[in-house]
C-alpha cells in the first residue's frame, strides 16, 4: 500500500513513540475516563476559516485548538515549524477526506462502545480508567496514548481512521489498542527493544485471538507492504537482528523494527518489528492462556523471549545489519 507522508508519519508514531513525560506534582487531580469527540470542531473551523491566509488560519489554529483534547495540540516538545507544517497539510488535504472523515466520526462512538464491550468478554476486569479523544489528529495517528500535561489520555486519528480503515478492520484495530490501555496496568514503561517486541507482539496476538482467521491486513501487517513475505525467508536472520539489539535504548535501533523508517537501511520492511513480537507471543501462547500472558511480570517476560529468540537458532557473534 502506497500512504502519503502523512500517513507514513501517522503509522510510524502508532501506539507509543510520543516523548515520554514526568506527572507533575501529586496535588494536580487525575484526569477521569470519559470520551469526547472534537471532529466536528475541525470541520467548523476549517468552513470558517476557508477565506483566510494559509499564515493566519494556522494562527486561528493554535489559538482555538491549543487548550482541546487534553492538550494534543499544544507544542508537547515538537518542533514547532512542522507542528504549522502538520496544520498546513491537514487543512489542504481535508477536502479529499471529508466525506470519509465525518463517516469515521459518526460510527467511532458506537464502534468504542461496542468494541468495549465485547473486549471485557476476554478480560472481565478490563476498566476504561483514561480520557478519550477522538480528534483530527493532523495525519499523525490512528490511535495510540499520549502523556499530555502530565496525564495518560487515549487518542484516535478520524482522519487516519478515515483513510487507512474499513469495516472490516476497525474490530481488530480497537482490539489491538483496547489491549494496550488494559496491559498499561501490568507492564510497566520500558524503553528497551525488548519491551517494545513484547508490548507490540502481544497486542498484535491479541487481536488474532479475539478475531480467528483475521487477515495481516486486518492486524495492520500489510502496511506499508506485506511484512510476512518478505521477513519470512529471512526469519531467523530477522530474529537475530532483534536479538543483537534487545537491551537498546537508542531511537536508530527502534526505527527499523516500529517505524517507517524512512531513510533507514535496514534489508527488511518497515515495522518489521511488530510482525516478530506476534511471533513471538504466539510460541509464548502455546504454553499459557492469554489471561495470565497479559499479568505477565517484565521479570518473568524477559527469559520467556530469550527463550522464544533462541528457538529459531544461533546467531553470529558479529550483530547483522537490521
Known amino acids: 500500500m502506497i500512504i502519503s507522508a502523512i500517513l507514513a508519519a501517522a503509522l510510524a508514531v502508532q501506539g507509543h513513540s510520543a516523548p515520554k513525560h514526568p506527572t507533575p506534582a501529586a496535588t494536580k487531580p487525575a484526569a477521569t475516563a470519559q470520551f469526547k469527540s472534537y471532529t466536528d470542531d475541525f470541520a467548523k473551523f476549517f468552513d470558517e476559516t476557508a477565506s483566510l491566509p494559509e499564515a493566519e488560519r494556522i494562527r486561528l489554529f493554535h489559538e482555538r485548538f491549543g487548550p482541546l483534547a487534553g492538550g494534543f495540540y499544544g507544542p508537547r516538545d515538537r518542533d514547532p515549524a512542522k507542528v504549522d507544517a502538520s496544520i498546513a497539510r491537514a487543512l489542504k488535504g481535508f477536502p479529499a477526506i471529508r466525506v470519509h472523515y465525518t463517516a469515521a466520526a459518526a460510527n467511532f462512538a458506537q464502534a468504542f462502545a461496542t468494541g468495549q464491550a465485547r473486549f471485557r468478554t476476554f478480560f472481565p476486569d478490563y476498566k476504561l480508567t483514561m480520557p478519550v ?6 495525519g499523525e495517528m490512528d490511535g495510540g496514548t499520549r502523556d499530555l500535561n502530565g496525564h495518560s489520555v487515549a487518542i484516535f486519528g478520524a482522519d487516519v481512521i478515515a483513510q ?23 507492564s510497566p514503561e520500558c524503553d528497551q527493544l ?129
Open 194 to 322: 525488548w519491551c517494545s517486541l513484547w508490548v507490540e507482539g502481544l497486542a498484535v496476538y491479541v487481536a488474532s485471538r479475539l478475531n480467528p482467521g483475521a487477515t495481516d491486513r486486518q492486524l495492520l501487517l500489510t502496511l506499508p507492504m506485506p511484512i510476512r513475505a518478505a521477513v519470512d525467508p529471512h526469519l531467523a536472520e530477522a530474529m537475530c537482528s532483534a536479538r543483537a539489539r534487545l537491551d537498546s535504548t537508542a531511537k536508530e535501533d527502534y526505527a527499523p523494527f516500529f517505524t517507517f523508517g524512512r531513510g533507514s537501511t535496514s534489508s527488511f520492511p518497515p515495522r518489521y518489528g511488530y510482525y516478530l513480537g506476534f511471533l513471538l507471543a504466539q510460541k509464548i501462547g502455546e504454553t499459557m492462556p492469554l489471561a495470565q500472558m497479559a499479568k505477565l511480570p517484565p521479570a518473568k517476560v524477559r527469559p520467556l523471549l530469550d527463550k522464544a529468540l533462541a528457538s529459531y537458532g544461533n546467531c553470529p557473534s558479529a550483530a547483522p545489519a537490521s
Open 164 to 186: 487507512i480503515h474499513d469495516e472490516t478492520t476497525i474490530g481488530p484495530f480497537l482490539d489491538h489498542e483496547l489491549f494496550h490501555l488494559y496491559h498499561a496496568r501490568y
Open 133 to 138: 479523544y477522538l480528534v483530527h489528529s493532523l
